[in-house]
């Protein structure tokens, strides 16, 4: 049961092509937003579609595979953890982000 403490899973688009950092020591970490959108029918009957935006980070041989197959708008599944995390701007401001750290990908579509 330990393994369903912090689980995500999305099916999504890309929103742009990856970011691809390669560290000191030649790990490489990728970076890429996907969008998720559900579909409903509000009040009226009127279709909503409501598209979710989410941060994935990929390190390691995971990066490799988004580095060299993934694109923007390109259709993947993805399984990882949610992390929270801080960092400070150049004018000194406190920011927060929430990713998604992929552990698994699927890569769908064409």
């Not at 029918?41 to 980070?57: C, F, L, P, R, S």
């Not at 259709?75 to 929430?98: D, F, N």
Request: charged content about 30%.
């Amino acid at each position: 049961m330990n393994a369903l403490k912090n689980k995500v899973q999305l099916i999504g688009n890309l929103g742009q092509d990856p970011e691809i950092i390669t560290m000191e020591n030649g790990t490489k970490l990728a970076k890429f937003s996907l969008a998720t959108t559900e579909s409903y029918k509000n009040a009226k009957g009127e279709k909503v579609d409501d598209t979710q935006w989410h941060n994935i980070v990929a390190w390691g041989k995971t990066a490799e595979i988004v580095e060299n197959y993934l694109l923007k708008g390109k259709q993947v599944a993805v399984e990882g953890k949610l992390t929270h995390r801080s960092y400070e701007t150049k004018e000194g401001e406190k920011r927060y982000i929430t990713e998604i750290r992929c552990n698994e990908l699927l890569m769908l579509g064409k």
